[in-house]
């Protein structure tokens, strides 16, 4: 089908057109079958049309498919904000709102710091992402190409060094870059929020330190500083736990939802403690669509079916097969590429590299190419666009996660 009707400036990294999917294949319009390692990008930890996220939105389509909850509140949006609430594993009572994207939570967080701090500095990460909206480019942690030829972006946002023993930045080398950042270019009292991802997603899947994790969340407790975690990939069981954080040890104030939040219906939210959510005017928050009724059946019908045994099992499945195989790969000598393995749990990412360490992203791009033509669909992340993310569903059938991976060694093998 022809793009003629399609911005070019929207970058598509699979050239083809889809028809259907079934947990974790999909088929295109000429009834090619693939196995998807990208899950929508980490939308689909539940599959292509989950049994029971299709009948609640069957169902909930029946009944009230759409109102403004400002206009009037539903059902669906108070149910899911309390099933929501249990889910997030921290100690404080948790409020929130609902979105109808990431971006659109990372936004709203930024107004609620604001409102809630009287102060307007973030301070982001190295690598990060956490959308293409105006404000939220300015938070990404990557010029190119989110960046480039919008002119001047919303602010003051600074962004600090991301430490991970997957990027070979350390804890100390983190604080340092704190340290200087209030002692030359601006003021801790004027700092509204840090914002970071417990795993970087877009930044190439590296797993934050703990050790600077804990020390962020003392620095902010120290500062009265609201800390956001952005859960919005690394979260609803992505990492074998229900979020990322719990990982580091450590509670954040607010904490970014999307993607695998619905099944693969476009929702978002922002939760987090009730005192910081409660300060800007009636009506400084909401939006016609957020927290529709479909949206939320089908994330009341996602959280059903994330029971914490199964999140454990799926992640620890998942992960064992991708951690077996890479080794095996790594021994074998299967391709000169082959770089470091990054992320935690499910949550994995594969580096490829040159004979110098330096990013081998025209052998990724090649990689994609023959994966896809070989019937897997992959994604790339990383500044340099050279590590694999792996983003197969939780519930992908262990035979289809070996072909898969069966696909991916063979590819690698071709790559040269
Ligand atoms: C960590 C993170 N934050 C925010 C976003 C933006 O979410 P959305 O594309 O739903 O606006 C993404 C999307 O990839 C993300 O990975």
Redesign the pocket.
């Known amino acids: 089908m022809s793009h003629a009707t399609i911005s070019q400036s929207i970058s598509i990294v699979h050239p083809i057109s889809l028809s259907h999917g079934k947990n974790a294949e999909v088929w295109d319009t000429t009834g090619k079958r693939y196995i998807d390692f990208v899950g929508g990008?980490?939308v689909l930890n539940l599959g292509h049309c989950h049994p029971g996220v299709v009948e609640a939105i069957r169902e909930q389509a029946t009944k009230l498919t759409h109102y403004a909850f400002n206009a009037a509140p539903h059902a669906p949006y108070l149910e899911l904000m309390e099933r929501i609430s249990a889910f997030i594993p921290v100690g404080y009572p948790v409020s929130g709102m609902l979105t109808n994207?990431?971006?659109?939570?990372?936004e709203n967080a930024l107004k609620i710091v604001r409102g809630a701090t009287g102060r307007t500095v973030v301070i982001a990460f190295d690598g990060?992402?956490?959308?293409?909206?105006l404000a939220?480019l300015n938070l990404n942690g990557k010029v190119a190409p989110y960046k480039q030829k919008v002119g001047v972006l919303p602010g003051p946002v600074y962004h600090l060094p991301y430490p991970s023993a997957d990027n070979g930045v350390t804890c100390a080398e983190a604080l340092k870059a704190m340290d200087r950042l209030f002692s030359v270019e601006i003021d801790v009292s004027d700092v509204a929020c840090f914002i970071i991802?417990p795993v970087?997603?877009?930044g190439g899947f590296l797993a934050l330190d703990i050790e600077f994790a804990q020390a962020l969340r003392r620095f902010c407790d120290t500062n009265n500083i609201p800390l956001i975690a952005?859960?919005?990939?690394?979260g609803f069981g992505r990492t074998g736990q229900r979020f990322a954080f719990s990982r580091l040890g450590i509670e954040p104030d607010l904490i970014?939802l999307?993607?695998s939040i619905a099944g693969g219906v476009?929702l978002?939210a922002v939760v987090g403690r009730k005192p910081l959510l409660d300060n800007l005017p009636k009506g400084g928050l909401g939006g016609t669509y957020s927290g529709n009724p479909i949206a939320c059946a089908g994330a009341l019908a996602t959280l059903d079916a994330m029971t914490d045994a199964h999140l454990k099992t799926w992640g620890s499945q998942q992960e064992e097969a991708i951690t077996r195989r890479y080794h095996a790969w790594r021994t074998q000598g299967l391709c000169a590429y082959l770089g470091r393995m990054t992320g935690v749990g499910a949550m994995r990412g594969i580096e490829l590299v040159n004979a110098d360490g330096t990013p081998a992203s025209k052998q990724l791009t090649q990689l994609l190419e023959l994966a896809r033509d070989a019937g897997l669909l992959l994604m790339p992340s990383g500044k340099s666009r050279h590590i694999i993310r792996l983003l197969a569903p939780l519930t992908i059938e262990p035979a289809v996660l070996e072909e898969g991976l069966d696909i991916l060694e063979a590819c690698l093998r071709q790559l040269a």
Do not use: M, N, V
């Open positions: 990008i980490g994207s990431g971006a659109e939570a990372a990060a992402f956490h959308g293409r909206t939220t991802e970087q997603g877009e952005d859960e919005i990939q690394s970014l999307g993607k476009p978002g």
